[in-house]
């Protein structure tokens, strides 16, 4: 167990009125003034400040006012379905009917705005085009959308190529000369502010006096731009905690959406405990499971109604195909396993990258895969799965100090021709190639990585809050962590670290180890999820090292402290 303890950056507390604990955990995390902890609606960054939102808002308000057919292109995960869902909720709220979307099925046309989806937008009567969550590398399909006659607003937060598609307007944060300060915000994130603008600039036209519409508050869909945004693993800057916070406020208040409500319900958390982690673990795959396996239109229309009943029966088909999923993750994940080890059984070290290709690789779930073979080998890793007889399909997911996407520019500048298309961000990216040149990208991407990694770990970290005393280890203290802030990527849920004592240990479910533990001759329930089954239980084992986080226990109506461990080891 590797473990680095986190150091403050400051000395002195942030503010005497912050309990201990919560003042020692903000600044662990680079937190200096208490300002930048503050998660008021009013700590947002302005709208205005984000390049080409004002013309992106001018077009998008003169196609309602014309009655256009607006088409939202989005995309097949929960940061494309909430996406979608804030502007079809948000343009129909303004008083405008004339509104569809399409999601691109990733068996079908694969990601973004693609000629092909373009050809089915301009069958289905589409003047006007607004994509989300994607756009910023569709350049030929923005191209034929104009040449069909088509005014394309693109709004997205991936990171642009060389050359930007000629859209009527662009908003994307990370598009050059913009100076939207959180460059961090996810493709909800973005279209949440364009809407925003859209809002301001109908009420500055009197569009809702002269329909006789009361103008929305837009606040209401918070909880949908916290869901994808914790659920695209963006990093947690302040603007982005603000986000989450105020939709967290939302669903825990009981006045979420129907589907959210309805997904919770099924999965059995009562949404008042709902914190940050519970969308990214609880929500957020309930959600992509439907664009993994299926159509992510499940999804979206799950967020879109407004009928308990129906949203209730959506959220058992979404339940119902996470489940799926996991099946087919855990067989994918048995295959992969078994191909790593024979590669090393035979005396091989593994590459500084890891890549993997099976031709029955389910396409939906290969960028679980490569997460989860990137988090127990700490190498960044891309596994491909067959698209078509001619081409593959890869996810990439990368571990710190390796901008993924930044990798495969280079690999792509250094190897003209040998990826077909790629995108992304620092942590997790996406490409297709041809599966004639899977061999030479292996080469080139192994070489690359080994470049990039060098002077690297080549394990994984724990960043650790340090040790807690026995008497800070309660309710209080797991209640305060749990409902202070979102914690999330780059802004990371406290964890700790410590020796304790072994009292009991017996293996529960599949494979986790439920133990009792004391410090200071006070006990502790723990758990450790999906242990090594060959090195525990361990009898032998008197005093253990845990990596924990402080966690509520709820069973038959008792309430206790659990540590959650993330990593254990025997110190006997």
């Not at 950056?9 to 009125?17: G, Y």
């Not at 390049?51 to 939202?72: D, F, N, V, W, Y």
């Not at 361990?538 to 990596?547: D, I, S």
Request: glycine share 8%.
């Amino acid at each position: 167990m590797q473990i680095q303890r986190r150091h403050a950056v400051i000395s002195n507390p942030i503010d005497v009125q912050l309990p201990p604990i919560l003042d020692r955990l903000y600044r662990n995390r680079g937190v200096t003034d208490v300002a930048q902890i503050q998660t008021q609606i009013k700590k947002l960054r302005h709208y205005k400040e984000l390049k080409g939102i004002e013309k992106a808002a001018s077009l998008i308000c003169e196609a309602i006012k014309q009655e256009l057919s607006i088409c939202i292109i989005g995309d097949f995960d929960a940061d494309g379905a909430t996406s979608t869902a804030i502007c079809m909720l948000s343009l129909k709220a303004f008083g405008h009917t004339n509104v569809h979307y399409l999601v691109p099925n990733r068996f079908d046309f694969g990601y973004g705005l693609s000629p092909e989806i373009v050809d089915v937008a301009h069958q289905n009567n589409a003047e006007f085009i607004i994509t989300v969550d994607n756009g910023i590398s569709c350049v030929n399909g923005v191209s034929h959308a104009k040449d069909l006659g088509m005014k394309v607003v693109v709004t997205d937060h991936h990171l642009p190529g060389f050359t930007l598609p000629d859209a009527d307007a662009i908003v994307n944060p990370n598009q050059p000369g913009c100076e939207f300060l959180s460059k961090n915000l996810a493709g909800v994130g973005v279209a949440f502010y364009v809407m925003l603008a859209v809002k301001a600039k109908l009420q500055e036209q009197g569009w809702f006096e002269k329909k006789n519409i009361p103008a929305p508050n837009l606040a209401n869909y918070l909880d949908i731009v916290a869901l994808g945004t914790v659920a695209d693993v963006v990093p947690l800057d302040q603007n982005n905690r603000v986000l989450v916070h105020q939709g967290l406020q939302r669903i825990r208040s009981g006045i979420a959406r129907p589907g959210i409500r309805a997904i919770l319900d099924v999965a059995a958390r009562p949404c008042h405990k709902l914190s940050s982690t519970d969308l990214g673990f609880v929500l957020g795959p309930r959600l992509n499971a439907a664009g993994r396996l299926d159509d992510m239109s499940l999804g979206i229309e799950c967020l879109l109604t407004e009928d308990e009943q129906m949203a209730r029966q959506m959220a058992a088909r979404l339940d119902a195909l996470n489940l799926e999923r996991r099946e087919i993750e855990s067989s994918m994940k048995e295959e992969a396993e078994k191909a790593l080890q024979a590669f090393m059984s035979d005396g091989n070290d593994l590459p500084a990258g890891v890549v993997l290709y099976q031709s029955d690789f389910h396409q939906g779930v290969i960028g679980i895969l490569a997460g989860r073979i990137k988090e127990k080998y700490y190498r960044p890793t891309i596994v491909f799965a067959q698209q078509d007889d001619y081409v593959i399909k890869g996810s990439a997911r990368s571990v710190p100090g390796v901008h993924i996407r930044d990798l495969l520019e280079t690999v792509n500048t250094q190897h003209p021709g040998l990826i077909d298309k790629f995108g992304g961000h620092a942590m997790a990216a996406g490409l297709s190639l041809q599966t004639t040149k899977l061999s030479e990208f292996k080469a080139a991407f192994e070489t690359a990585v080994a470049l990039a990694t060098k002077g690297l770990p080549m394990h994984n970290l724990i960043l650790s809050d340090g040790i807690l005393e026995s008497d800070e280890i309660n309710i209080d203290n797991a209640s305060l962590i749990k409902l202070a802030v979102p914690w999330g990527q780059t802004f990371e849920e406290p964890l700790f670290d410590g020796v304790f004592q072994m009292r009991s240990q017996r293996i529960v479910g599949k494979n986790h180890l439920k133990m009792v533990v004391s410090l200071d001759g006070i006990e502790f329930d723990a758990i450790a999820f999906n242990i090594d089954l060959e090195s525990w239980p361990n009898v032998k084992t008197r005093q253990v090292k845990l990596a924990y986080k402080l966690d509520i226990n709820e069973f038959r109506g008792q309430i206790s402290v659990q540590l959650l461990v993330q990593a254990l080891e025997s110190v006997d």
